[in-house]
Structures are given as C-alpha cells and as structure tokens.
C-alpha cells in the first residue's frame, strides 16, 4: 500500500473514531495541495474545535516540517480552532 493510500485510511479511521467518540468531523479531500493552509480533519464537540493534521508510519517516528506546523497554526488561529497532531504507527493507537 503507497504512502498515500495509507495516509488516506489513516484519515479516514480517525474521521469515524471522532465521530464516534467526540462529535461532528469532516476530512479535507486534498488538504497539503492547496495554497492555503488546511488541516486534514476538523471536529468539534459544541465546545472545542479542533483542527488536526494527521500522519501515518510504519517507522518508529515521524517528522513534521516547519511549514506543516506554522500552517496548521495559522489555520487554528483564522478558525478559533486547537491544533492537534494525530499520528498512527502501524499496529499501534492514535498518539496525539
């Protein structure tokens, strides 16, 4: 399975398990490709929203470039939403 395929069911797992288990989600198709910043996820409780760039490895670690971070902030920032990072190891749970 490529890197993106991967990443794309990562993704997805993580938009039913917050539907599940903390409110309303929705996935941005596409997010990464756009001149704008755009999270991956956005979801919220009624309280917090929160908007959440999500990674997938089968390495023992992950890195998130500097243009990752500052764009996920500048999103939150324009959105009033928290940044959060998701990342799933293979045969592992979601680490945030």
């Not at 996935?27 to 910043?37: E, L, N």
């Not at 009624?46 to 992950?62: H, M, Q, R």
Request: net charge positive; hydrophobic share 35%.
């Amino acid at each position: 399975m490529g890197s993106k395929t991967k990443g794309t069911k990562a993704e997805r797992e993580l938009f039913h398990m917050l539907w599940e288990h903390f409110g309303p989600a929705l996935r941005s198709a596409g997010s990464g490709s756009t001149p704008r910043p755009s999270p991956d996820l956005l979801a919220s409780n009624g309280k917090k929203v929160l908007a959440i760039e999500c990674k997938s490895s089968k390495k023992e670690n992950i890195y998130l470039t500097k243009k990752e971070v500052d764009e996920l902030n500048e999103f939150c920032n324009l959105f009033k939403a928290e940044p959060w990072i998701g990342v799933r190891f293979n045969n592992m749970e979601w680490f945030f």
